[in-house]
């Protein structure tokens, strides 16, 4: 399997329990705004520490810390740069009020991402016995995305259907009723 696939498989994890606690939330367009401000400062530490990471290697330095192979600069700048782009696209259609599923799922990635970064650098330096690409800023970022899941959880959960006489609430399945479109 190819280092790229396996050196990003905690992301790809990470991506699915967002998406399992987002869609588990049911999110509204109106409760997603007030993760907006958060979320942009998460975006704008994530930039500085994809920066930080491409100039001190990273995309060399990781795999090889997993025993695998060293990924392209290219990879590195593409895959970073996607993820950038849409993490920003799911702020603004928070903002916008748009899309709520996927701009819920994005921003709980985002902080559960930021977050996973302010644990793993840290690990990763102790491992190295030194500085390990990403150290500096890291703190910040992880730091940034606790203050990111802390407004995405302060989201009341939409409410749900009263469960129908005779059946028991752990056996109803929650509605798809009163959610817009998105």
Do not use: D
């Not at 749900?160 to 998105?182: F, Y």
Request: charge should be positive; aromatic fraction near 10%; proline fraction near 8%.
């Amino acid at each position: 399997m190819p280092s790229e696939v396996l050196g990003t498989a905690s992301l790809w994890v990470a991506l699915a329990a967002a998406a399992a606690i987002a869609l588990a939330r049911r999110p509204q367009a109106a409760q997603l705004k007030h993760a907006v401000g958060p979320a942009l400062i998460v975006l704008a530490l994530q930039a500085l520490h994809f920066s930080e990471e491409l100039t001190t290697a990273f995309y060399q330095r990781f795999p090889e810390r997993l025993g695998l192979a060293p990924w392209s600069v290219e990879f590195f700048v593409v895959f970073n740069l996607i993820w950038l782009a849409l993490w920003l696209l799911a702020v603004w259609l928070a903002r916008a009020g748009r899309a709520p599923a996927y701009a819920a799922i994005m921003l709980w990635f985002l902080g559960i991402a930021a977050i996973g970064n302010g644990i793993a650098h840290p690990i990763l330096a102790v491992l190295a016995r030194g500085y390990f690409p990403g150290l500096i800023t890291s703190p910040f970022l992880g730091l940034a995305g606790l203050f990111l899941v802390r407004a995405l959880l302060s989201a009341r959960v939409a409410s749900r259907k009263p469960t129908p006489p005779g059946i028991s609430a752990s056996l109803a399945l929650p509605t798809l009723e009163g959610r817009g479109p998105g």
